[in-house]
């Protein structure tokens, strides 16, 4: 009947489908606050995501509450509210730079499936603007449930800021058996190497020039450059330093990731955990 207000009255279908219009009107008047509730839940995980979900997380999220809804409705109600996902928009270009010619060799072989938490630790930077010069974060990312697991930033990229972000690992760095990164010069040099060391973790670093040895890292990069880094202005380090570390708890006990079944990191952990035991 909806389809063909356009053609006839409602009086007029009411009548040949021996409906009474009242009937009409109440189901109408539900399907539309049926509407209502799905766009006011929409709009709130929306926002909860910090303004990053598109179509596909959103219905995974709507599923949690028990809110079936197809991508393309979903859609239609972002669109009609003006929510427009930060992923719609360009990225930023890669910030070129000189690599190291070390021998070290392509240990994990793009095996960035893991089984076991800490068996493979990868790491890369990027930049961010600070007033009005560039800083640099680091992040170390455990690719048994894309955890970020150790963090810094800092107004140099140097070995300094990534022994930085090693140093706020909370687990035993013994456990840790592999550690892959690019060859940018930052993390090929004695202090790491030292650190790595004494640890006892094997070394492992990307083909000269192949971003894609790296895959992981690199896509945590492109998710914290869109979430994070766009549109933001940080008056100064500490402010940096004091937001990185929300959104870094934020990535990993709330933000649910497509790699892993649409749970966060920790809440993958902890279902695995259940499973062991």
């Known amino acids: 009947m909806k389809n063909n207000r356009h053609k006839y009255s409602i009086s007029a279908m009411c009548d040949v489908l021996q409906l009474p219009r009242s009937t009409y009107y109440y189901e109408a008047k539900e399907q539309s606050k049926s509407e209502d509730e799905l766009a006011f839940a929409i709009i709130d995980i929306f926002n909860k995501s910090r303004q990053n979900y598109g179509t596909r997380k959103i219905k995974h999220e709507l599923k ?5 809804a197809s991508r393309r409705r979903i859609g ?20 070129v730079d000189k690599c190291n010619e070390s021998k070290a060799k392509n240990e994990l072989n793009r095996e960035f499936n893991q089984q076991n938490e800490l068996s493979v630790v990868v790491s890369d930077l990027t930049y961010v603007r600070v007033e009005n010069r560039w800083h640099y974060i680091c992040l170390f990312v455990d690719l048994y449930n894309r955890e970020i697991i150790g963090h810094s930033a800092g107004p140099h990229k140097n070995a300094g800021l990534v022994y930085q972000a090693l140093s706020t690992i909370k687990a035993d760095l013994r456990q840790i058996q592999l550690f892959h990164t690019d060859r940018g ?27 894609y040895d790296n895959a992981v890292a690199e896509a945590t990069f492109k998710i914290i450059k869109t979430e994070f880094v766009k549109g933001k202005h940080f008056e100064n380090l500490e402010r940096l330093k004091l937001e990185l570390d929300d959104y870094v708890h934020w990535f990993n006990h709330i933000r649910i990731h497509g790699t892993l079944g649409y ?13 062991v035991v």
């Open 76 to 95: 239609r109600i972002m669109k009609k509210n003006g929510l427009v996902s930060k992923y719609t928009v360009a990225q930023f270009k890669p910030h």
């Open 185 to 211: 010069n930052e993390f090929k040099n004695r202090m790491i190497d030292e650190a790595l060391e004494t640890f006892k973790i094997k070394r492992s670093l990307s083909m000269k020039g192949c971003p």
């Open 263 to 275: 749970l966060s990191p920790i809440e993958y952990k902890n279902e695995h955990l259940k499973k």
């Open 64 to 68: 949690k509450l028990g809110i079936v």
